[in-house]
């Protein structure tokens, strides 16, 4: 039986049982290996040129064009010198995901590992928009007023939507929301996405409002839903994501929200935990929210099932440090060990601003139209920037715990010498302290320069000015990585 905090972290530094993190990238969980003894990470991408202590890449093999993460987790579980790596840590083992599917789940049993997340089938369900709508009304957390429906026409969704404007926003069940939000005001808007919303069985129709996100992570526990702090979301910003309405990072500041906001947001999550719970979901999982600037309401925006792009600024925050990550969280219950816990406790410590440190990440994909042969490409660790500008690599470093002030920041770096860049590829993932936004919500001045400069730091000649490779490496990073 496990009493408090620090019989948790205790029983996780001896802990005995071999886990992984099976991914594309280690970035989701950076830092976990440091709280968790035998925690391996097994990826696709090298992020640290063989530099990482606990990250495991096999060599490449043949294999079909990937379509989704779940694809390179199950080549990774089929690949030879994986499943020699785990056969020689031992028996017993236990895997964490970002995505799954049922073949995952198979795999994973034939290699005698748990898969430490509900089902997949559970997961789906959960991370479909129309149903985690219904999901939230039944936990008492509100939603922008909207229509769940099949849509077969323009004149269907206005009869369907009399009551929601004439300005909508249409979501699909799945998908990345960059991709899969359409904003519609016009019939010419309808006939840009027609196909895709009438081959939904149902889709989400909503009023638009005028919003602004943020996301906030949470840990169903046996003993009550523990929650993170609320996140602003840095969306759609032009130098960032070509996709309008598409992530690209966060921060942590505690000012960007008002203490009603704050505690509406945390009851919410609560809530929206607990409704989980009653399903048999327990774990991590995400909601993102949007304020309506107008009303000043708080509504949901959508709800993941896991782990996410955010989780390395949950799990590596002051409180977390304090505490412990709200990962650890998520391994006690599969842990197989009893333990008590003051949910509301490390709920109210965990909302105190005093414990929020300021931090910020920004997701750099490439936005040109182009496609593009990478010749050389920044190194992931601790870079520095000049009065200038200008940057400087300091140190290799496998996540932010050395960054101590504004002029220094983490780069992961996902795309590599040797890879293709193109048209919304993911390049890399930037961690500082301090504000990323101005007050108004736009990008700060610091924030542009360190797109700036991580950008130079990548050398590429066009795709035309070579001969192509017969398996084209523009497969990985066509779809949501993180």
Known sequence: MLHGLSDVRRFFHRNETPIYFISATNFNLLGIDEWVRNFRFINYIDCFDHQHPAVFVPSEMPHRPFAGIEDINNYLLEHKEVIDFIERRGPGGKAVFLFFDEHTEQLCADLGLEVCFPSAALRRKVDDKVEAT???????????????????????????????GEDLVVQTSFGDSGHTTFFISTEADWERHADEIIREPKVKIMKRIRCRGSAQEACVTRHGTIVGPLMTELIGFKELTPYRGGWCGNEVYADAFTRRIRNQARKYTFQFGQALRRLGY??????????????????????????????????????????????????????????????????????????????????????????????????????????????????????????????????????????????????????????????????????????????????????????APSEPAVEVGSFKLM
């Open 282 to 467: 327990r774990g991590y999982f995400e909601i993102d929210y949007l304020t309506d600037l107008d009303s000043g309401k708080l509504y949901l925006g959508e709800v993941n099932p896991r782990i996410t792009g955010a989780s390395s600024m949950t799990n590596l925050a002051t409180f977390a440090h304090a505490d412990a990550p709200l990962f650890l969280f998520h391994l006690l219950e599969w842990s197989g060990v009893d333990f008590d816990l003051d949910v509301a406790a490390i709920n109210d410590r965990w909302s105190d601003p005093a414990n929020i440190d300021s931090w910020g990440q920004l997701v750099i994909k490439h936005v040109p139209d182009t496609v593009e042969l990478i010749t050389s490409a920044p190194k992931s660790g601790v870079w520095r920037m000049r009065p200038d500008g200008r940057l400087d690599y300091v140190r290799m470093q496998t996540h932010r715990r050395t960054v101590e002030d504004e002029s220094l920041a983490f780069f992961l770096r996902i795309a590599r010498e040797g890879d293709y860049r193109y048209h919304g590829s993911d390049l890399g993932i930037l961690v500082t302290p301090g504000r990323l936004m101005t007050d108004d919500f736009d990008l700060n001045d610091r924030a542009r320069m360190w797109i700036r400069g991580i950008l130079e730091q990548y050398r590429a000649r066009p795709a035309e000015s070579f001969e």
């Open 134 to 164: 219904r999901i939230a009304k039944r936990a008492g957390v509100p939603s922008v007023p909207n229509v769940l429906a099949k849509v077969d026409s323009y004149a269907k969704l206005r009869k369907l939507s009399r009551r929601l």
